[in-house]
């Protein structure tokens, strides 16, 4: 599973990147992308980045 952040709705908050750093990076255009698959260890933290993005941007595949 990896996570994928909606560049047209994430609204850079940086919410995903507080909740699971090892995960989510902010990119040059002040949006948040995905640089790690989702693990056994990231999981929850993931979860929570996906719960609290005020936009719903994020999703898994
Ligand atoms: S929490 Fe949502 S809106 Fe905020 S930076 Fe992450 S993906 Fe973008």
Known sequence: MRA???QDLCVGCGTCVATAPTVFEMNDDGKAVAV????AEN???????IANCPVEAIREE
């Open 4 to 6: 994928i952040v909606d």
């Open 36 to 39: 790690a698959d989702t693990t």
């Open 43 to 49: 999981r929850e933290d993931v979860q929570a980045a």
